[in-house]
């Protein structure tokens, strides 16, 4: 195998796939990358058995091949390489040589024989997302997803396909993000999938904000074909709660609230969180809510922020972290924050989205 390629071009594509490798692989060829040659140039996979992730690079090929490298110590050096053309060749017994006009390296190699193939999904239905909507889809979900590994079927998004549209649904316990966007052909029948929080990071990393992407399911896993990119994950298995049940119907006691204020102002009472006195107090007046922060031992703050507000007097408290993670990552220049009472939960909606924040007690 043999071909010449520009360094940023090449550190770009270890960069995309690189993110799945773990370093503490149980198997030694779990920490290395496969490089194998195409017509229309190389092709970079990594994979950790659970999430699989390949992109396309397009270079002149002046000899076939394939082999595959430690991640690592790849980027490592073609990261540190001057900045010109890297000529990339493959000897005999898999050493590989990765040359500059001025500095060389030889690396040993794994035979492509050892690398996991990942799986094929042939004849399967396709089903084809705007790129951007996906893209804002988990932008607004997947900061809810569960890290609590004994909860294993939060630690990812549900995916629910139906002739509708697309639904994506997070929660961790304390909160839920539910999330509907239109699709652009109807699905042929109701699906719903747990795709795992590593994979969504990996789709996070890699999405456009323009074109289309396939997802295509298989048994047991999804592949998502952003064009260049490819990221295979097998699915979560199991039963996700029934998150309608825990959305509330529309309240009327509502506030409004400009959202960069709300976010900024939030920012501050946290200044003061410790992990075992993390709630801020949000009170409601009229026209007027007061957000403060008191944590023994440390000291206290408080700030008054206007909003459109003509309901009953509320005192309520919050996980801060819970309110900045959803401010931050809507789009809208107001939000309505809605509230019965201090004990049950709040509720954001905004067009096609929900969000539900469980209270914390004060003091």
Do not use: W
Request: overall charge neutral; aromatic content about 6%; some cysteine.
């Amino acid at each position: 195998m043999r071909f010449k390629i520009q360094k940023e071009v090449l550190l770009t594509g270890i960069q995309i796939v690189q993110n799945v490798v773990t370093p503490k692989a149980a198997l030694p060829i779990l920490s290395n990358i496969l490089i194998e040659s195409q017509a229309n140039g190389i092709r970079l996979t990594a994979t950790d058995l659970d999430v699989g992730i390949s992109c396309v690079i397009p270079v002149n090929i002046q000899e076939a091949g394939a082999i595959t490298l430690p991640a690592k110590r790849f980027g490592d050096i073609v990261k540190e390489l001057p900045e010109s053309d890297i000529t990339f060749g493959v000897k005999k017994n898999n050493q590989v040589v990765i040359e500059t006009e001025s500095c060389q390296f030889k690396v040993m190699g794994l035979a492509r024989e050892e690398f996991p193939k990942l799986p094929e999904f042939k004849d399967k239905e396709v089903i084809k997302i705007g790129q951007p909507v996906l893209q804002e889809m988990l932008k607004l979900t997947s900061f809810a997803v569960s890290l609590d590994e004994t909860r294993y079927i939060l630690n990812g998004i549900l995916f629910h396909i139906s002739k509708g549209g697309l639904t994506l649904v997070a929660t961790d316990g304390k909160r839920l993000a539910v999330v509907e966007r239109k699709l652009p052909q109807n699905a042929e029948k109701d699906l719903s999938i747990i795709v795992p929080i590593k994979a969504i990071q990996e789709l996070n990393r890699n999405l456009k904000a323009d074109g289309e992407l396939s997802l295509v399911l298989g048994n047991n896993q999804a592949l998502f074909d952003l064009g260049s990119v490819v990221v295979i994950s097998r699915l979560i298995e199991g039963e996700f709660p029934d998150y309608r049940q825990v959305i509330p119907p529309a309240s009327e006691n509502k506030m409004r609230i400009d959202r960069a204020q709300f976010l900024l102002a939030t920012k501050r009472a946290a200044l003061l969180s410790t992990p075992d006195y993390q709630a801020v107090k949000l009170e409601l007046f009229k026209n007027k809510m007061v957000i403060s922060k008191s944590t023994p031992d440390i000291g206290e703050s408080r700030e008054d922020v206007p909003v459109e507000y003509t309901g009953k007097e509320i005192a309520i408290g919050f996980n801060p972290a819970y309110l900045i993670d959803v401010l931050k990552n809507l789009q809208d220049d107001r939000v309505e924050l809605e509230l019965t009472d201090s004990e049950k939960p709040g509720v954001i909606r905004t067009s096609g989205y929900t969000y539900i924040v469980l209270p914390m007690r004060l003091g």
